[in-house]
């Protein structure tokens, strides 16, 4: 495990002092932020609907490119071909840097490892010929607003940046510009038990808040990799193992709080657990990548402890016949919390990494949680389910650290597959099918994925029809670089020939783009670009991710 720990590593954050900047710093006075509760602070909206009515008539003419399909802008157009994202940079001019450093002080960076660090993700293939020009770290949204307003007038591109675990190049500076580092905003906010929520900053993680909400009895049940913190997580809409149960980020976000482009900050709700007033704009913006705006407060729904749990685990012959009991178990209404599928390429790897002797066979994992009476009734249920379709070795434990043991592993399978690999990087699939496709979807790529030279692992979010596939390459070997992609073309390709997504949870970035057209239809992608061009005028929330760049408007 030494390689993946390795790449979790990151550099001393270096922090100039502002005599190291040689420039003089503007005395003059920063606007006041509106106060997001007052009758006023949302009349960016009103504009906004306005203006999309205009643009949707052709009325209006904006400064986002009408269509970017230029040739330093090929990367995420249809079909592309091409991993390293290119990119318009300008020079950042030195009375920019003078405004930042005004009310940032010393929480800004000009150095260079600092800010290639940031501009490089740090488990993903993806690459930019650029990397920020500056990195901040704001303390408040107060300062993160003047960070947006800033930019905007100087029209420098904003990178938001959280945990850092995302893997389809959400964080690439291709542009250059401002890399808004969110990770010194962590506050827990407020914590109400009675009303089963909590208001919380975006910097703060979600291992770290469970952490927190574990003596009330509450937890939050979303769990992506480990390291993702909140805003990341509602920026890409992730969802994790517990999604077959509690659904994705966009049900568990009751309202946040966005600073955008121009510099509003906008509440999208009350904390009354459902609403019917208006748009509904905290699902406009969960999902968004930071291209609409730089979330500074989510307010979550938190589900109540389970009184007690139960881990199960089921070897299988063929792939086919682990989903097909997934897909058999969901069917029968059995409320499962988890239903994981690791195929035996990722279990080798798991016991190359733990030093476990786990048999090397497609497997599935489940949790059940309820009473101590019913989560051993479901489980003792899916245990003549699995029988049914040749499952053998069917075991499960009770006992906390066990559990907490077998979790760990399922959590640290990307890691495992490095270390499988150390001096390889990681295409990862993402694709989601109809749940009745699932085994199919699976099969047909598994045969594949085994007659390549490369190595290949699969892991299946089983219950809801969502499957990875880590293809590891030489990233020196461009025919290695090459069969990756086309594996993943394949894989992704043959989702959406069964009606389903390119990605799942881990979102678009600059990985998926070339994909959407086909999902969507160009009308879909259209109306997203009439929004972002009407939010964000002067393009300037993290350019060049999410929307093709041969969608025009």
Same mark, same amino acid.
């Not at 029968?332 to 733990?354: F, K, T, Y």
């Not at 990875?468 to 992609?485: K, S, W």
């Given at each position: 495990?030494?390689?993946?720990?390795?790449?979790?590593?990151?550099?001393?954050?270096?922090?100039?002092?502002?005599?190291?900047?040689?420039?003089?710093?503007?005395?003059?006075?920063?606007?006041?932020?509106?106060?997001?509760?007052?009758?006023?602070?949302?009349?960016?909206?009103?504009?906004?609907?306005?203006?999309?009515?205009?643009?949707?008539?052709?009325?209006?003419?904006?400064?986002?490119?009408?269509?970017?399909?230029?040739?330093?802008?090929?990367?995420?157009?249809?079909?592309?071909?091409?991993?390293?994202?290119?990119?318009?940079?300008?020079?950042?001019?030195?009375?920019?840097?003078?405004?930042?450093?005004?009310?940032?002080?010393?929480?800004?960076?000009?150095?260079?490892?600092?800010?290639?660090?940031?501009?490089?993700?740090?488990?993903?293939?993806?690459?930019?010929?650029?990397?920020?020009?500056?990195?901040?770290?704001?303390?408040?949204?107060?300062?993160?607003?003047?960070?947006?307003?800033?930019?905007?007038?100087?029209?420098?591109?904003?990178?938001?940046?959280?945990?850092?675990?995302?893997?389809?190049?959400?964080?690439?500076?291709?542009?250059?510009?401002?890399?808004?580092?969110?990770?010194?905003?962590?506050?827990?906010?407020?914590?109400?038990?009675?009303?089963?929520?909590?208001?919380?900053?975006?910097?703060?993680?979600?291992?770290?808040?469970?952490?927190?909400?574990?003596?009330?009895?509450?937890?939050?049940?979303?769990?992506?990799?480990?390291?993702?913190?909140?805003?990341?997580?509602?920026?890409?809409?992730?969802?994790?193992?517990?999604?077959?149960?509690?659904?994705?980020?966009?049900?568990?976000?009751?309202?946040?709080?966005?600073?955008?482009?121009?510099?509003?900050?906008?509440?999208?709700?009350?904390?009354?657990?459902?609403?019917?007033?208006?748009?509904?704009?905290?699902?406009?913006?969960?999902?968004?990548?930071?291209?609409?705006?730089? &979330? %500074?407060? *989510?307010?979550?729904? !938190?589900?109540? =402890?389970?009184?007690?749990?139960? $881990?199960?685990?089921?070897?299988?012959?063929?792939?086919?016949?682990?989903?097909?009991?997934?897909?058999?178990?969901?069917?029968?209404?059995?409320?499962?919390?988890?239903?994981?599928?690791?195929?035996?390429?990722?279990?080798?790897?798991?016991?190359?990494?733990?030093?476990?002797?786990?048999?090397?066979?497609?497997?599935?994992?489940?949790?059940?949680?309820?009473?101590?009476?019913?989560?051993?009734?479901?489980?003792?249920?899916?245990?003549?389910?699995?029988?049914?379709?040749?499952?053998?070795?069917?075991?499960?434990?009770?006992?906390?650290?066990?559990?907490?043991?077998?979790?760990?592993?399922?959590?640290?399978?990307?890691?495992?597959?490095?270390?499988?690999?150390?001096?390889?990087?990681?295409? &990862? %699939?993402? *694709?989601?099918?109809? !749940?009745?496709? =699932?085994?199919?979807?699976?099969? $047909?790529?598994?045969?594949?994925?085994?007659?390549?030279?490369?190595?290949?692992?699969?892991?299946?979010?089983?219950?809801?029809?969502?499957?990875?596939?880590?293809?590891?390459?030489?990233?020196?070997?461009?025919?290695?670089?090459?069969?990756?992609?086309?594996?993943?073309?394949?894989?992704?390709?043959?989702?959406?020939?069964?009606?389903?997504?390119?990605?799942?949870?881990?979102?678009?970035?600059?990985?998926?783009?070339?994909?959407?057209?086909?999902?969507?239809?160009?009308?879909?992608?259209?109306?997203?670009?009439?929004?972002?061009?009407?939010?964000?005028?002067?393009?300037?929330?993290?350019?060049?991710?999410?929307?093709?760049?041969?969608?025009?408007?």
């Amino acid at each position: 495990m030494a390689a993946s720990l390795f790449r979790l590593s990151r550099p001393r954050r270096v922090l100039l002092p502002l005599s190291a900047l040689r420039l003089p710093l503007s005395t003059q006075p920063l606007p006041q932020p509106r106060d997001p509760s007052s009758p006023n602070s949302n009349r960016g909206l009103p504009a906004f609907l306005s203006f999309l009515a205009a643009a949707a008539a052709g009325g209006i003419t904006s400064s986002v490119a009408l269509c970017d399909a230029g040739p330093d802008h090929r990367v995420g157009g249809k079909d592309s071909t091409e991993l390293v994202v290119r990119g318009e940079r300008k020079c950042v001019p030195q009375q920019f840097i003078e405004e930042l450093a005004s009310f940032l002080g010393e929480n800004l960076t000009v150095d260079y490892e600092e800010r290639s660090f940031h501009g490089t993700p740090q488990n993903s293939f993806h690459k930019a010929v650029n990397v920020p020009d500056v990195v901040v770290f704001p303390k408040s949204q107060y300062e993160v607003r003047n960070i947006v307003m800033t930019c905007n007038k100087y029209k420098v591109p904003i990178v938001p940046y959280g945990g850092a675990t995302s893997i389809e190049g959400h964080t690439l500076a291709p542009h250059g510009g401002v890399c808004i580092d969110m990770s010194s905003m962590k506050k827990i906010k407020s914590l109400h038990v009675e009303d089963m929520d909590v208001v919380v900053e975006p910097g703060v993680g979600w291992i770290e808040l469970n952490e927190y909400l574990k003596p009330h009895g509450l937890f939050f049940p979303l769990d992506p990799g480990p390291g993702a913190t909140i805003g990341g997580m509602c920026a890409t809409r992730c969802s994790g193992s517990l999604a077959v149960r509690y659904g994705t980020m966009r049900d568990n976000v009751i309202n946040l709080q966005a600073v955008l482009p121009d510099g509003d900050v906008v509440k999208t709700g009350s904390r009354a657990r459902k609403s019917a007033a208006g748009y509904d704009l905290t699902r406009l913006i969960i999902g968004s990548e930071g291209t609409l705006g730089v &979330i %500074t407060e *989510v307010t979550l729904r !938190l589900q109540k =402890l389970p009184s007690h749990s139960v $881990v199960a685990m089921c070897n299988f012959q063929t792939v086919k016949d682990a989903a097909d009991v997934a897909i058999a178990t969901m069917h029968s209404g059995i409320q499962v919390s988890r239903v994981e599928l690791l195929d035996e390429v990722q279990i080798r790897a798991i016991n190359m990494a733990n030093g476990k002797s786990l048999p090397e066979v497609p497997t599935l994992m489940f949790e059940f949680i309820g009473t101590e009476a019913y989560a051993l009734e479901q489980t003792l249920l899916v245990q003549k389910i699995a029988a049914e379709h040749h499952g053998s070795d069917f075991v499960f434990v009770e006992e906390p650290n066990a559990k907490e043991e077998l979790w760990k592993i399922r959590k640290e399978a990307l890691w495992a597959g490095f270390a499988m690999k150390p001096d390889h990087e990681a295409m &990862i %699939t993402d *694709v989601c099918v109809p !749940l009745s496709r =699932l085994a199919e979807c699976i099969s $047909v790529s598994k045969q594949l994925l085994d007659a390549s030279p490369l190595t290949c692992l699969v892991i299946a979010h089983a219950g809801d029809g969502n499957f990875h596939t880590i293809i590891l390459f030489d990233p020196t070997q461009e025919e290695e670089r090459r069969e990756a992609e086309r594996l993943n073309h394949f894989m992704v390709h043959t989702a959406l020939s069964m009606e389903g997504t390119c990605t799942g949870e881990h979102g678009v970035g600059t990985g998926k783009m070339k994909y959407l057209e086909k999902e969507l239809g160009m009308e879909s992608l259209r109306t997203m670009k009439r929004i972002k061009a009407a939010l964000d005028p002067n393009n300037i929330m993290n350019p060049g991710k999410l929307i093709p760049p041969h969608v025009c408007i």
